[in-house]
């Protein structure tokens, strides 16, 4: 089939993110059965929630307090998964499919696929660039974070190598290409204080949980707003090789 | 709550979630506030989350070796390093200051 050259530079795009994304899922992979979980439940948690940062932020909660910060994880997987339902709010009259697409455009609709659809040119440009990348990422995100799960078994307590301090670094890298005006640093300055000042006082997770409020006041006054038009819903798509969330 | 349960609960969250956006009508996205403080939610869960995983242990916060290789994560990232290539780096760092203290 004869495609458009808007068409081969969605796909060439798709492959470029892709591929760099989905190397990420060793990382996962790696963490997550460091973090106390089997082979399955890491996998499950890929093939599944395929979105990085909320499955990072499981991870993260569940091995410093265990099962039972059983909710403060879903809580926080869930807040940081509000950010897709945004894409999919930008894709759904581009991709503009029925149903069972519809359900798959779903479960893709991440950072990196909406990035690289919303950076395209034409209307079948957009289709191509979101389709390819999100089928890109979701086998190769999948297929890294089994190869992940396995070498992280292998290894046995991996903390004393220094992949806790792997997993700090993971969610720097996912918040570093949104630090790039005044409101979201202060934000995460002021976030990162909160949760450190409450950590002594209250269970795992939750402290992590209230410093999202400091979001949610910001972002309702308007506090540090940038100049132009603020609230930007499509994400960068230079954000694509800086983490999968 | 066992440990399947937390994980098939928090991912049917986060997939509805990503369903809801193709059900809701697209004029929602011309209010400036939900996407502003949405896109701020995402920023300030990452750097909390980021500060706990440095920073504490368990309910105490301690200073240890994680310091030193987040700040070699945050270098590396500045200079644009790729994210997997960062992720090593920090371990590694980590790993030698255990290994030599």
């Given amino acids: ?245 | 709550m066992t440990v399947w349960q937390i994980i098939l609960v928090a991912s049917i969250a986060v997939l509805a979630l990503k369903l809801l956006g193709y059900l809701v009508p697209p004029s929602i996205i011309e209010k400036p506030t939900p996407a502003r403080v949405a896109n701020l939610l995402t920023v300030a869960l990452l750097s909390a989350l980021v500060a706990v995983q440095t920073l504490a242990v368990g309910q105490s916060i301690q200073l240890d070796a994680r310091v030193p290789a987040l700040l070699v994560a945050a270098g590396l990232f500045a200079l644009r390093v790729p994210f997997i290539v960062v992720i090593i780096a920090a371990a590694a760092t980590a790993a030698l200051i255990r290994l030599v203290t």
């Fill in chain 1, 1 to 245: 089939m004869a495609r458009s050259p808007e068409a081969m530079e969605a796909i060439r795009a798709s492959f470029g993110v892709g591929l760099a994304v989905a190397a990420y899922g060793v990382s996962f992979g790696a963490l997550a059965v460091t973090a106390g979980l089997d082979i399955w439940q890491t996998c499950v948690l890929s093939l599944l929630m395929f979105s990085g940062g909320s499955q990072f932020a499981v991870i993260g909660i569940l091995a410093s307090g265990g099962a039972a910060a059983g909710p403060a994880a879903i809580a926080s997987a869930a807040l940081l998964g509000t950010r897709n339902s945004l894409y999919a709010i930008t894709m759904a009259p581009i991709l503009a499919e029925n149903w069972p697409r519809k359900l798959l455009a779903a479960h893709w609709t991440i950072d990196e696929s909406t990035a690289v659809a919303m950076a395209q040119s034409t209307l079948p440009a957009k289709r191509t660039g979101f389709w390819w990348t999100g089928s890109i990422i979701f086998i190769g995100w999948n297929l890294t974070t089994l190869v992940g799960a396995l070498l992280g078994d292998l290894i046995g307590d991996v903390s004393q190598y220094g992949l806790d301090a792997a997993a700090a670094a993971a969610f720097l890298g996912l918040l570093w290409p949104r630090l790039k005006q005044l409101q979201p640093i202060v934000v995460a300055v002021a976030a990162a204080v909160v949760a450190t000042l409450l950590t002594p006082a209250l269970p795992a997770g939750v402290p992590v949980l209230l410093a999202a409020l400091v979001a949610v006041i910001v972002g309702i006054a308007n506090w540090f707003a940038p100049r132009d038009r603020a609230g930007e819903t499509s994400p960068d798509p230079s954000a694509g090789t800086g983490g999968i969330s």
